[in-house]
């Protein structure tokens, strides 16, 4: 894909160690750096240092090279030719590469310079070396890779599933514009048509799951953990939370949150003059106004954002223009194409590129906002010259992009001319926050269940999804759509890619609507402080990088009921603009 031929972008960051044409998806190019990194010697802390530069720059390099990979195979799933390019850097580069960056590390760890670093720079790296020390186990390895490729067809198969509809063939992401509509009929018949496509599949995505969980429950036993829940929270380096805090969120979220998402849908079954709500009534404009269409091409949606971006920030604006020359944007949806969105870092040139699946939806207005938050992340961090201190915590990461969302509501104007569409917009997103919480929180105790309980059977899984979605669900009606209602997770990506990478977006989601308070009582003072967050990285703790921001890392009920009072309280104010 030339569209991300490393060799038209900017290198700003030469290399000073790798030589500059070292074939990085050939395996013994790679380990011939490897090795020397393993045997180079030490005489002093100068040379420890050096030595650090050095490693970081390879890794730099190298995960930019699994990054490209992974983002030609998502945009291509049907492409074989790109598919064996990733998954032979799976399995000749990456996988082989693990036990030696383990020895490198060890190396690291045991050097008699690494006491007389500075504590303060190196406390935070030193406590995520020991925590890796003390997960890695060699058997892991090719069950981790394995892992990797069952990724791979995940997101193969959920990118293969079209339908026809309207006289041609449609992705499921592009069917959901017509869940807008205002003919029920049409909503009723794209919705049915597109869970009906998913449903027929329900097999192969269970026994995908399957083998999944027999390989995680491996991983967790071999490294010595009970479970694989508790593995993962050390894997992922909650350090500043554990599970009991996730399920204080759970039941902020059942007791504080759902019942605000209750409000909201009763209103909107009053003014639709329904007594009941189907699940494909929760789109539509509720008083049957058309649908939303903030731009005909992706090259509108761009045009608009950039300008967002640069009322938010003129220096977002910038940045996301050097995104578009650059070619770093993919937002069509297509046919082969991976569902969802995301934010890529590409390490080594220091940039980030956008993927997204753009139908012409207000929906994907939010979406490149999201993934432009995690992008001027990106852009603050990169000249942290410590490479593992360029990327903070996930739980901040989504404070980036959800903030970056928020702030963007005033500006919609950008988008959307009429100030009442605009209006209508940003109603949309803020109820879109709130109800978007309970489904956090089914997703992240469904996975507490799923691992806790590693033996349990494919209908016992079923019956306590079911059973969640009735703690944490809203007032839709699934009479007669049971079965579809009870697999409904297999959409989920993060459930079958990334298990407990959810959790995040609930307590980023909290720490964003602080910074849209800030904001709102001042903008310049809001954006200062939300900058100054993102350049931090990850040279500090969660809380403190936090507290940088000017917000609190706190995901308490103490936090959540004035926080709700708040959208609550604009949301009144916007439905009187609307």
Same mark, same amino acid.
């Given at each position: ?5 490393p060799?038209t972008?900017p290198h700003e960051?030469? #290399?000073q160690y790798?030589?500059?044409d ?7 190019s790679v !380990?011939?750096?490897?090795q020397e990194?393993q045997? #180079? ?6 040379d420890?240092?050096? @030595? ?8 730099d390099?190298?995960?930019e090279e699994g ?14 030719e790109? !598919? ?5 850097f799976?399995e000749?580069?990456?996988e082989?590469?693990k ?5 490198i590390?060890k190396?690291?760890w045991?050097c008699?310079?690494?006491s007389?670093l ?9 406590r ?5 020390l003390?997960?890695y186990?060699?058997?892991n390895i090719?069950?981790?890779?394995e892992?990797?490729k069952l ?9 293969s ?5 309207d006289?041609q063939?449609?992705t499921l ?13 049409v909503?009723?018949?794209? @919705?049915s048509l597109?869970?009906e496509?998913?449903?027929?599949e329900?097999?192969a995505?269970?026994d995908l799951?399957?083998?999944? +969980?027999?390989?995680?429950?491996q991983v967790a036993?071999?490294a010595?953990f *009970?479970?694989?829940? *508790?593995?993962?929270f050390?894997?992922?380096e909650r ?6 805090d ?9 007791k504080t949150? &759902?019942?605000?998402v209750?409000?909201i849908?009763q209103?909107r079954a009053?003014?639709m003059g329904?007594q ?5 009534d929760?789109?539509? *404009?509720?008083?049957g106004?058309?649908? +939303? ?5 992706s ?7 950039e &300008?967002?971006l640069?009322?938010?920030?003129? !220096?977002?604006?910038?940045?996301f223009?050097t995104m578009?020359?650059l ?6 949806s297509?046919k082969?194409k ?9 390490a080594e040139?220091?940039?980030p590129?956008?993927f ?6 207000d929906h994907?207005v939010?979406?490149?906002l999201?993934?432009?938050g ?8 990169r ?8 990327h ?9 992009s959800m903030?970056m !969302?928020?702030?963007?509501d ?6 959307y ?7 209508r917009?940003?109603?949309?997103h803020l109820?879109d926050?709130i109800?978007?919480?309970p489904?956090?929180?089914t ?5 507490h269940?799923?691992y ?5 059977r494919?209908?016992?899984?079923t019956?306590y ?12 009606d ?10 409904l997770?297999h959409?989920?990506?993060h459930?079958?890619e990334?298990?407990?990478y959810?959790?995040e ?10 910074? @849209?308070?800030?904001?709102?009582? *001042?903008k ?5 402080l939300?900058k100054?967050?993102?350049?931090v990285?990850g ?5 403190e990088?936090?507290?940088s921001?000017?917000? #609190?890392f706190?995901?308490s009920l103490?936090?959540i009921?004035?926080l709700m009072?708040e959208?609550?309280k604009e949301?009144?104010?916007l439905?009187?603009?609307?």
């Open positions: 894909m030339a569209l991300l031929d060799q972008l960051f030469p #290399r790798i030589p500059a070292l074939q990085l998806g050939h395996w013994p !380990e011939s750096i490897i990194l045997n #180079r010697p030490f005489a002093s802390k100068a420890l240092e050096k @030595w650090l530069r050095d490693l970081g720059e390879f890794q390099a190298l995960n990054s490209l990979r992974y983002i030609r195979m998502t945009c291509k799933t049907d492409d074989p790109i !598919e064996k390019k990733y998954l032979e799976l000749q580069i990456e082989p590469s036990s030696h960056f383990f020895a590390l190396k690291y045991d008699p310079f690494r007389s500075p504590e303060k720079d190196f406390s935070l790296f030193n995520s070396a020991q925590n890796e003390g997960l186990r060699k058997e090719p069950l981790e890779t892992l990797s990724s791979q067809q995940y997101q193969k198969l959920s990118g599933l079209t339908v026809h509809y006289g063939e449609k992401q592009q069917m959901g514009r017509y869940l807008e509509s205002t003919d029920r009929k909503r009723e018949e794209a @919705w597109t869970a496509r998913r449903l027929q329900k097999k995505f269970e799951f399957d083998q999944m +969980l027999k390989l995680r429950v036993k071999n010595g *009970d479970n694989y829940r *508790d593995y993962m050390r894997r992922r350090f500043d939370y554990g599970p009991q996730c399920e204080a969120f759970h039941e902020s979220a059942e949150v &759902k019942p605000l209750v409000k849908q209103r009053k003014r329904l009941t709500l189907r699940p494909w929760l789109l539509v *404009d509720p008083d106004r058309p649908p +939303l269409k903030p731009f005909e091409n090259k509108g949606l761009v045009a608009g954002c &300008k967002i640069g009322q938010v920030d003129p !220096e977002f604006g910038r940045n223009k578009k020359d070619g770093l944007l993919d937002l069509d297509g082969g991976a569902p969802g969105g995301y934010q890529s870092d590409l040139v220091r940039l590129f956008i997204m699946n753009a139908v012409g939806m994907d939010r979406t490149i999201h993934e432009g995690h992008a001027m992340h990106n852009f603050a961090s000249n942290i010259s410590f490479s593992p201190y360029r903070a915590p996930i739980e901040f990461c989504e404070v980036a903030s !969302e928020l702030m963007a005033p500006f919609l104007s950008e988008i001319p009429n100030p009442k569409e605009a209006a917009s940003v109603i949309r109820e926050v109800i978007l919480l489904w956090i929180a997703v992240d105790a469904f996975q269940w799923i806790t309980h590693p033996n349990h494919q209908e016992e899984r019956a999804w079911l059973e969640l979605r009735k703690r944490f669900g809203g007032i839709e699934w009479t007669n759509l049971e079965e579809i209602q009870s697999h997770w959409r989920q990506l459930i079958f990334i298990p407990f959810y959790i977006y609930g307590i980023a989601q909290l720490g964003a609507l602080q910074v @849209w308070k800030n904001f709102r009582q *001042d310049k003072e809001g954006v200062r939300y100054q967050g993102l350049s990285g040279t500090q703790t969660l809380p990088i936090f507290k921001a000017g917000i #609190r706190d995901f103490k936090m009921e004035p009072a959208v609550e949301l009144e104010r439905e009187k603009v609307s």
